[in-house]
């Protein structure tokens, strides 16, 4: 796509022409030239065609999830918002969930159960996907964890690469097979599913004692708080997405940076051949959808591990 | 030189060698006290009485071995010293075996044997008879009235006792799923076993000891160091103290350390289940905080032992999905 010449409008943006709605997957995505990637020239028309095309991949780990969403209605270079709650013009295919509010009460959260749903979701500026570790018919039963790696900056991704390993291998050594992803950012997540069972309170004290006994067996180069000013050199192993109402981005979902970065899940010995947390983007993600033999995550849906009881 | 921990004979068939018995390990931990933070005050120990809870002073204290859950046998004091050996001052060899017959497996804890006044020339003959022979001695010592199997084996101008484990002590390797088939059942072709000992070969290297230290032990050394010359008091790291032999400070147990934060969670579990604490992630600087001042209190709690684990269920009985 050439630049046209900048007419003296105050919008950064160019005017979209003919942007008359598209259909994708069946649903009707207004607005489709609205570039929502200015650095990466991607357009509102690539974010659903993507979704689209990596439908299959997402919706596994997505469906009959609460979810929150990171909307940017402006494009991802303006203010984006992150939502939780449902809405009706969301559309038909997007659920809604009574769940009990942390400071008491009740309201509607959103989930989808299928490519309509998804492709909803982006219609209405989508751009990021974050369930929660529990499924809609049980949200007081989570069935996965998720760790965040999260590298300070200065920190070599060799580090983080290893981080997670170790974590794998300490995970192995409790039985627990466990999947890696890129952020989209800097830094992996290692995600364990497991049987349901255990609450929320369980499960979060059991991310948090991973966390703080590899902090203790590394305390050089590991950190289990969220202090920013203690961080410095350090890869803070972030176990606080594991409690109720909390969440992380899923696999195969965009994140709303420069770059249209992917959270990209990965076979553990790929993981030496990719550069960073932000190794696939829009594009790259889409090269690998197509060509794909195996799920990098194969064997995920059978897996009866329980976590242990320590 | 250290005090000998006893001074004695090694004895072979007719043959006495006097000898001194000395360690030969060196325990380079860091020792941790506990204080109470809110006036640095050392902690202390006492032994209460479970059902009352007041102190029970050592001369009324019993050792009891627990036969079945809450059923007790007492034993003695004489009990005890009657099934301790005698104390005896000799490593008695009965037999010699083949170097490479004692798998390290069963090695436990080096002594160094140092022969007493005058007693050069049959510790020598000893020594070198061993090296030509390749063999080692396999003996009895008593240790503090306590009898061990031990091996008697040369290291260049020393003689090392080495204590072993008894074969009761031991796993054997049956118990665990090891491959055992031919190798040919694993598909390992000779190209792969080429290049395995092509990537070994590259490898390879002397045996380099001096190479190796314990990281841990230096961090926490420059930890403290550091923490002395900004003349902070830190409580950070907490460690029971040693409440036996074995004790030791470098937790680098990763199963271990698990075991023990979760513990120290169930004792003081922290909210009704259905009112988790979720961190918010959309307002990150306030959840940040929140964090940080939950995540303190919890190292504190980690370090405690619980001397029971309290049996705080979570299974709710529902089937699992």
């Excluded at chain 2, 809870?53 to 809450?70: C, F, L, N, R, T």
Aim: proline share 6%; charged share 30%.
């Amino acid at each position: 796509m050439s630049l046209r010449e900048q007419s003296s409008e105050p919008a950064p943006r160019r005017r979209p022409r003919a942007d008359r709605p598209t259909e994708i997957a069946g649903v009707a995505v207004s607005h489709p030239s609205r570039v929502v990637y200015p650095d990466d020239d991607l357009t509102k028309g690539d974010v659903a065609a993507y979704y689209a095309a990596v439908a299959d991949w997402i919706l596994p780990e997505l469906i009959n999830r609460p979810l929150s969403m990171v909307r940017c209605p402006g494009g991802t270079d303006s203010a984006c918002f992150f939502q939780k709650h449902h809405a009706a013009k969301l559309g038909d295919h997007v659920r809604a969930i009574p769940l009990e509010e942390k400071e008491g009460g009740e309201d509607d959260y959103v989930y989808i159960r299928d490519r309509t749903g998804l492709l909803q979701l982006v219609q209405m500026n989508t751009i990021e996907f974050h369930p929660w570790g529990s499924r809609v018919d049980k949200p007081d039963s989570p069935d996965r964890i998720v760790l965040d790696l999260d590298p300070a900056p200065g920190v070599g991704w060799a580090a983080v690469v290893e981080c997670a390993r170790e974590i794998r291998a300490q995970l192995e050594g409790m039985d627990l097979a466990s999947f890696v992803r890129t952020s989209g950012g800097k830094g992996l997540h290692v995600v364990v599913p497991f049987r349901r069972g255990p609450g929320w309170q369980t499960v979060k004290d059991f991310c948090e004692s991973v966390a703080d006994a590899m902090v203790a067996r590394s305390p050089q180069r590991y950190i289990a708080t969220a202090s920013k000013a203690q961080r410095e050199g350090k890869i803070f192993i972030d176990w606080l997405r594991n409690a109720r109402g909390a969440t992380s981005v899923c696999s195969w979902s965009l994140r709303a940076r420069a770059g249209a970065p992917v959270a990209m899940p990965l076979r553990w010995e790929e993981l030496g051949k990719i550069e960073g947390g932000a190794a696939f983007d829009l594009q790259a993600a889409l090269k690998r959808a197509g060509s794909l033999t195996a799920d990098p995550w194969e064997g995920l849906a059978k897996l009866q591990q329980r976590l242990p009881k320590l | 030189m250290a005090r000998p921990i006893w001074t004695g004979t090694l004895s072979f068939g007719l043959l006495n060698v006097p000898i001194r018995l000395m360690t030969a390990e060196r325990r380079i931990d860091l020792h941790f006290r506990m204080l109470d933070q809110r006036n640095n005050q050392p902690v202390r120990y006492e032994r209460v009485n479970a059902e009352s809870g007041e102190e029970v002073p050592w001369k009324d204290i019993v050792k009891a071995y627990e036969y079945s859950k809450g059923s007790y046998v007492v034993l003695e004091e004489s009990d005890i010293r009657n099934a301790a050996a005698e104390a005896h001052e000799t490593v008695e060899i009965d037999t010699f075996i083949d170097a490479g017959k004692l798998t390290p497996a069963y090695f436990e804890k080096p002594y160094f044997l140092v022969p007493g006044k005058k007693a050069e020339k049959g510790y020598v003959l000893l020594r070198e008879t061993l090296k030509r022979t390749g063999k080692i001695g396999i003996a009895r010592v008593v240790i503090r009235t306590r009898e061990y199997l031990c091996a008697v084996m040369p290291q260049d101008e020393a003689l090392m006792l080495v204590l072993l484990r008894f074969p009761q002590e031991l796993v054997s390797e049956e118990e665990y799923a090891l491959p055992d088939k031919p190798m040919a059942e694993y598909r390992i072709s000779d190209r792969e076993l080429d290049m395995a000992g092509e990537l070994i070969e590259s490898m390879a290297g002397e045996w380099q000891p001096g190479n190796y230290r314990d990281e841990f032990r230096e961090r926490l050394t420059a930890v403290i160091e550091q923490r002395l010359k900004s003349k902070g008091i830190t409580t950070t790291l907490e460690e029971e103290e040693p409440a036996h032999a074995n004790a030791t400070t470098n937790v680098v147990d990763f199963m271990a350390l698990l075991k023990k934060s979760i513990e120290g969670k169930q004792r003081t579990p922290a909210k009704d289940k259905a009112k988790d604490e979720a961190e918010k992630p959309e307002k990150k600087p306030a959840s940040k905080k929140a964090a940080a001042k939950k995540a303190a209190p919890a190292t504190k709690k980690a370090s405690r032992k619980s001397p029971a684990k309290k049996a705080t269920t979570t299974r709710k009985g529902r089937k699992a999905g």
